[in-house]
Nanobody, 122 residues
Framework: QVQLTESGGGSVQAGASLRLSCANS????????VAWFRQAPGEEREFVAT????????HYADSVKGRFTISRDNAENTVYLQMNNLKPEDTAVYYC???????????????WGQGTQVTVTV
């Protein structure tokens, strides 16, 4: 079973960078994809980026393309989200989730982390 824990959030000014980490402490029985979602206050949870188990496939939301990069190190059981040129509209709680296919909805995620807050100020 995949057990995920996020870290790396914080409060930064617009234009700054942050790197989020999503570590798996469980023992999955099969390869799994990992996606990042985010949820701003009063908003629904939205997809940010996803990566396949073998790093071969990635997808991004249009709002973060060219600014965010998802990667994973399976030897370290960790997935990263490098966020550059952050904007105030990126402010949200960021969650990582696991899925059985590289593209999966929040509703079909198999496991979730507890979330990490990212705040971007002007």
């Amino acid at each position: 079973q995949v057990q995920l824990t996020e870290s790396g959030g914080g409060s930064v000014q617009a234009g700054a960078s942050l790197r989020l980490s999503c570590a798996n402490s469980g023992r999955p029985s099969r390869p799994y994809a990992v996606a990042w979602f985010r949820q701003a206050p009063g908003e629904e949870r939205e997809f940010v980026a996803t990566i396949s188990y073998n790093n071969a496939i990635t997808h991004y939301a249009d709002s973060v393309k060219g600014r965010f990069t998802i990667s994973r190190d399976n030897a370290e059981n960790t997935v990263y989200l490098q966020m550059n040129n952050l904007k105030p509209e990126d402010t949200a709680v960021y969650y990582c989730a696991s899925g059985t296919t590289v593209l999966f909805s929040a509703e079909s995620a198999k496991s979730w982390g507890q979330g990490t807050q990212v705040t971007v100020t002007v």
